[in-house]
């Protein structure tokens, strides 16, 4: 007998052969790159934002995409200026139909943005003749040209409600809402979404940033003939703050809706990041971007083989186990305190936790010059371990328990 497939999970009674979605972008703006992504292993297409054109016509400016490069590691974050789809609703619709009658068994989402009541009523509806198996209402595009659209209406609690409701009335299909994170907390407004009838929540869109200057135009980038504005960023670098926002959402007792990550991942590692902060299913646009649909592969590889060899069989058994370690940082227990210990047979006398530690820090490493090795003077370290961020030698920096937070902290002050 063949073992149960560990990654298959149930999203709004909805079944995925594994948690890995393409979330709604260029990755998924046609039918071809979808049946694409299907093969390669994607257990669900979140589609590009369907819109209505005789509403608003998307022109998409250009450049589109401006890259945010640190050092030299590239693109570790990525700057759009799109908006939803510039194709007609008839190609779009078309599309998802054949999807689904090619790949019954995936998982096909469709993403919407109306500009009123009827849009959205009229785009859910639209969405399910065409076979998709749920709707997301997209809450949270942050360059809409459209003044009454996409994060505008994210920051309002009524328009998302109401919206929501409205999109339950009109079609039978699970609703996950998408959140914007161009905002201080995302909960009361997916509260609101609940309140509308929604089933999910997918957070995180992109947040509104800028990521370049020209140095000789002193344009911003992307420069859009002349001008240029703070949009959409996405990729590794917004992963931390998509972290907070689904651990926030997973944590609210008031909420207790299933939800879908979105921010940054690129590998299994994230995406388990993710189902351990309380995600049920994982969504990828930058990433695939960046370096094509197989991914999805090691994606797949890795978080079977990390639950096979912990004895896992199911990813339920994984989901929100991290989540319930946030706490309020009112709630530390303070009693504990640690200093840094450092190993010399690992030191290198490079000398990099000495300078951090004395310039940015509380001049608790002490520089032996002798014998090139740094020691730790346990009566000034508070503990903050910055030398272990900045040492080169994994594991060469590591801390202890000490009793001593009285006599430390008289020693420094
Ligand atoms: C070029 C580009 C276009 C996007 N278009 C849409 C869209 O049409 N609808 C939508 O809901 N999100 C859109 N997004 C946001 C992504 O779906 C996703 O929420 C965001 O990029 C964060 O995930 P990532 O870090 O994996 O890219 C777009 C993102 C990018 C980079």
Not at 306 to 332: W, Y
Request: hydrophobic share 40%.
């Amino acid at each position: 007998m063949s073992k149960p497939n560990p990654l298959q999970i149930n999203f709004c009674g909805v079944r995925f052969e594994n948690p890995f979605c393409l979330s709604s972008s260029p990755v998924g703006n046609h039918a071809e790159m979808c049946a694409r992504a299907y093969d390669a292993g994607w257990g669900g297409v979140v589609y590009k934002t369907l819109g209505l054109e005789k509403s608003f016509r998307v022109v998409m400016p250009s450049p589109r995409l401006n890259a945010y490069n640190y050092g030299d590691k590239r693109v570790i974050g990525l700057q759009n200026t799109e908006q939803i789809t510039d194709r007609p609703i008839r190609d779009n619709l078309r599309d998802l139909a054949w999807l689904k009658k090619s790949y019954p068994n995936k998982v096909l989402i469709s993403s919407i943005m109306g500009y009123d009541d009827e849009d959205w009523a009229e785009l859910a509806k639209m969405s399910e003749d065409a076979g998709a198996d749920l709707v997301e209402l997209n809450f949270s595009c942050p360059q809409m040209a459209h003044k009454h659209a996409g994060h505008r209406v994210g920051q309002d609690f009524h328009a998302v409600e109401m919206f929501t409701r409205v999109v339950k009335n009109a079609t039978r299909l699970p609703v996950i809402a998408k959140m914007t994170p161009n905002i201080t907390d995302m909960v009361p407004v997916a509260l609101a979404a609940k309140d509308g009838g929604a089933d999910a929540i997918s957070a995180i869109n992109t947040i509104k940033a800028i990521t370049n200057i020209d140095l000789d135009s002193f344009t911003p980038m992307p420069d859009i003939h002349g001008n240029s504005a703070a949009t959409g960023f996405s990729g590794p670098a917004v992963k931390p703050i998509a972290m907070r926002f689904v651990s926030d959402l997973y944590n609210s007792k008031q909420l207790n809706l299933p939800v879908s990550a979105i921010g940054g991942i690129e590998t299994w590692i994230d995406a388990l990041h993710f189902l351990l902060l309380g995600a049920t299913n994982i969504q990828v646009t930058t990433a695939i971007m960046r370096y094509g649909y197989r991914i999805v592969e090691d994606m797949i590889e890795g978080l079977t083989d990390f639950m096979n060899d912990r004895n896992i069989g199911s990813l339920d058994e994984l989901i929100g186990q991290a989540a319930r370690m946030i706490v309020d940082p009112s709630e530390f227990d303070t009693r504990h305190q640690v200093v840094a210990v450092v190993d010399p047979e690992k030191c290198i006398g490079c000398g990099q936790c000495f300078i951090s530690c004395r310039d940015g820090a509380n001049q608790a490493m002490k520089f032996n010059a002798a014998k090139r090795k740094v020691e730790v003077d346990e009566t000034r370290c508070v503990g903050c371990l910055l030398c272990k961020h900045v040492c080169p030698v994994w594991d060469c920096i590591s801390h202890k328990e000490v009793d001593t937070l009285t006599t430390r902290h008289a020693a420094i002050f």
